[in-house]
């Protein structure tokens, strides 16, 4: 592999910030890259379009722990039940935080509008926000 790219030119082309870069390498979800006699980092096209699989699939929601086992899979033979399990885990969590935030708009539209109604010493929205969570 050619190794061209410095750390800025790879975040550039992935489109993501130098820090996640150094912060992936880190934690594993990116190879160490290769350096320069002055120890300057270089990294191939490989770097791109890992650094982008990672990217889309944060983009989707995916914490990290996932990412990692998703590039396991797409690294060995993939095994589209895995991928399937994973996807359908990560679906079933998204479709409850929307329920948590539908659930969410109708308080507080209804404390909205109740503010809503005129100039009173009660306000709905503040009365909301201090009530605990159940």
Request: aromatic share 4%; proline share 5%.
């Amino acid at each position: 592999m050619v190794y061209h790219l410095s750390i800025g030119a790879l975040a550039e082309r992935a489109g993501v910030k130098i820090e996640t870069i150094r912060y992936y390498e880190k934690i594993g979800i990116m190879p160490e890259p290769g350096r320069t006699a002055s120890g300057h980092r270089r990294y191939g096209m490989d770097h791109v379009t890992r650094l982008q699989f990672v990217r889309r699939s944060r983009e989707l929601g995916f914490p990290l722990e996932d990412v990692r086992s998703l590039l396991g899979l797409e690294d060995g033979p993939p095994s589209c039940n895995e991928v399937h399990d994973l996807a359908v885990r990560h679906l079933t969590s998204i479709r409850k935080r929307i329920e948590d935030l539908q659930a969410l708009e109708r308080t507080l539209a209804k404390a909205a509008d109740a503010c809503a109604l005129g100039d009173t010493p009660d306000c709905a929205v503040i009365d909301v926000l201090g009530r605990q969570a159940p």
